[in-house]
């Protein structure tokens, strides 16, 4: 077996890049433990749950490194590509990361600002007089 498997993962602005090896389940973002990183339990689960469904939380070390966004986007970004690593170590586990989503790159972006708005779709206020 290959000593590490590298994937990417993307959301909204958030790009991780996720390294798996085998290991005892060390999980570190950035050079820092996950808890240290995340400070919200929330984000620490949205990050371990690939490993969970699969049953290789205490089998494999995950190295993350993740850029851009917000804490949400990028446990999310780790999330996916955590997911996409585990079917690079083994391809029959397609079918219960699929079954729970963990596959599909969520497009949701922020929307650009039109001329003339204030916004993305926010119109300036029209006065009577």
Known sequence: MKE????????????AKVRVKS????LTVNKRD????FSRKAYSKIVKEPLEKVGFLDKFDVEADVEGGGLTGQAEA???GLSRAILKINPELRNPLKKAGLLTRNPRVKERKKPGLRG???RPQISKR
């Open 120 to 122: 993305a779709r926010a």
């Open 78 to 80: 780790i999330r996916l």
């Open 4 to 15: 590490s498997f590298y994937a990417v993962g993307r959301r909204k602005k958030a790009t």
């Open 23 to 26: 290991g005892q389940g060390n």
């Open 34 to 37: 996950l808890e240290n990183y």
